[in-house]
């Protein structure tokens, strides 16, 4: 069973920096989708950054430029970067991660990861709170 526990929230300034980090266990397959999302109250939950299985990223238009997701491969560490904080960045943060599945093209085999769209993923962490003051 995949594990994801999420650390590094917290409440900062406007304009300040946080590190969240998301350690998993329980892999069973060399290779995996992960994503960052985050949900505000009364809002629904979006994503915010994801990194496909060959290493490609996405971010949310909101985060460009701001935002940097990251893997440690070799400790299954997931990192997300985030830098000039808003108080709109205010919100429970999770990471999720999902086994890719294979799908053909008319250019070949790839894999395929939902990337930002979290109804896509199956292994969820229970969140960290981040919050900005203005």
């Not at 940097?68 to 709109?88: G, H």
Request: net charge neutral; glycine share 12%; hydrophobic share 30%.
């Amino acid at each position: 069973q995949v594990q994801l526990v999420e650390s590094g929230g917290g409440s900062v300034q406007a304009g300040g920096s946080l590190r969240l980090s998301c350690t998993a266990s329980g892999y069973t397959s060399s290779r995996y989708c992960m994503g960052w999302f985050r949900q505000a109250p009364g809002k629904e939950r979006e994503g915010v950054a994801a990194v496909g299985s060959d290493g490609s990223t996405r971010y949310t238009d909101s985060v460009k430029g701001r935002f940097t997701i990251s893997t440690d491969n070799d400790k299954n560490i997931l990192y997300l970067q985030m830098n000039s904080l808003k108080p709109e960045d205010t919100a429970m943060y999770y990471c999720a991660a999902v086994t890719p599945t294979r799908r053909s093209s008319a250019f070949g085999g790839f894999w395929y990861c939902p990337l930002l769209a979290d109804h896509g993923y199956d292994y969820w962490g229970q969140g960290t709170q981040v919050t900005v003051s203005s």
